[in-house]
């Protein structure tokens, strides 16, 4: 309201600008002007009269003449300015009250948002502006495989982008085209899998196992595929059989593979101890320099962080992310962690008690 009012005060303040000069007008302007050319000629009727060059008859005519037009001059400038100039600044004055309003409102209207509520300024910095040219880009994508649904290559793109914002089930549907028209793969396979797990809320169904094993018949070092069979193993109670499998995954994985703690996390979570680091690189490890090994291990935290920030619907991978923080020291980027995971898994309550289960684990719970 204190906003509108202010609006009024500065509209206010530029009409009466405008009509100020307007509504002055200039008849006393011309009467006087008219005047001064009397009375001049008035003053050049007494010197001739003195130089002898008119007589004293020609100069008392020429004076009642003057005097006769300066006082006509006085009465007709009012009666001008009463007429034509009322008329002029009236109808400027109307345009000027009302027109101008009238016009700011139409094209308010028109143009504007007038039924569009207040948004308070923390909302307006968070706006969702990299979401939304996300959204667009997706949809120009998808736009063009409906006109050119033989693109490969736009299908593989499209993909891992679906997955990553949570549309599984069009994942499915572009992996499987990318597999149709760029040929079958073991990663394309592993992700295929991924995607159909993700539409059943990370259940590793028979049709995933299936995908899953196609890849690592192509490749039996895929890791995605391994990780994934694995957690079959544990949804299927075969603990001992996903452990096998995990445990290789960290003995054969190099010291700075980025998927390292999320395998070493599932190792915890059904309760085996997990391979730090293979031989060599333990031994490297320990050969390291302090900040060497620091920088080793704030490298394997930065990447699960940033993997997190592009797909938040892992819960251990929060979990894993929070504790690291926990034993750097770091409990403020730990706490501020915990906030990011509860914000991403917010729609889903089955993962969000999940993660205040584990977090109540670790003393974060409240």
Do not use: C
């Not at 599984?168 to 085209?177: F, I, P, T």
């Not at 993700?198 to 259940?203: I, R, Y």
């Not at 028979?206 to 949804?235: C, I, S």
């Amino acid at each position: 309201m204190t906003l509108w009012f202010v609006f009024a005060l500065m509209t206010a303040a530029a009409v009466f600008a405008v009509l100020w000069p307007l509504g002055r007008g200039n008849g006393g302007a011309r009467e006087g002007s008219e005047a001064v050319v009397y009375k001049d000629q008035l003053a050049e009727i007494q010197r001739d009269a003195d130089l002898g060059l008119i007589g004293p008859a020609e100069a008392e005519a020429a004076r009642i003449e003057i005097g006769r037009r300066l006082l006509a001059a006085s009465e007709a400038a009012p009666a001008v300015a009463s007429t034509s100039g009322r008329t002029f600044r009236r109808a400027v004055s109307v345009v000027a009250l009302v027109g101008l309003p009238v016009l700011a409102v139409m094209l308010y209207a028109r143009f504007g948002s007038p039924f569009l509520g207040d948004v308070p300024l923390a909302s307006r910095a968070r706006a969702p502006v990299a979401a939304s040219s996300m959204e667009a880009l997706i949809a120009q994508v998808e736009n063009h495989l409906e006109k050119n649904p033989a693109d490969g290559r736009g299908w593989e793109v499209l993909a891992p982008v679906l997955t990553r914002t949570g549309r599984y089930g069009d994942a499915v549907r572009a992996w499987r085209n990318a597999i149709t028209y760029n040929g079958e793969t073991a990663s394309r396979r592993a992700d295929l899998g991924e995607a159909i797990a993700g539409a059943a809320s990370g259940v590793v169904t028979a049709e995933a196992k299936a995908e899953f094993d196609r890849a690592l018949a192509l490749d039996p070092t895929e890791v995605k595929a391994r990780y994934f069979t694995g957690l079959a193993a544990e949804q299927d109670g075969r603990r001992d059989e996903a452990a096998t499998i995990w445990r290789a995954m960290l003995e054969t994985a190099p010291a700075d593979a980025p998927w390292r703690p999320l395998v070493q996390g599932a190792l915890t979570r059904i309760g085996v101890a997990a391979p730090q680091l293979p031989d060599g690189a333990a031994a490297a490890a320990r050969d390291m320099a302090e900040g060497d090994r620091n920088a080793m291990i704030r490298g394997m935290v930065d990447r699960l962080a940033a993997r997190l920030k592009d797909n938040g619907d892992d819960v251990e991978g929060w979990l894993r992310l929070v504790r690291a923080y926990m034993v750097l020291g770091e409990r403020d980027k730990a706490q501020a962690a915990r906030g990011d995971a509860r914000a991403a898994l917010g729609g889903n309550a089955a993962r969000l008690q999940q993660l205040n289960d584990g977090l109540k684990s670790l003393g974060l719970d409240g």
